[in-house]
């Protein structure tokens, strides 16, 4: 299990419910996620993500 750190601010939406993510260095644990979403959002450059 790892964290994630956000680096740019976006909106995820899961279902009914709708996330935003902001920066501010907090470590965001990446057990309830999936492995492709980080995947993706790391690509994007919204999250560094350490592994």
Request: aromatic share 16%; no cysteine; charged share 35%.
């Given at each position: ?19 935003t993510y902001q920066p ?28």
């Amino acid at each position: 299990m790892g964290y994630f750190i956000v680096k740019k601010e976006f909106t995820n939406e899961d279902k009914d419910k709708k996330t935003t993510y902001q920066p501010g260095g907090a470590q965001i644990s990446d057990a309830n996620f999936p492995k492709r979403r980080l995947e993706k959002w790391e690509k994007l450059g919204w999250i560094e993500w350490h592994k």
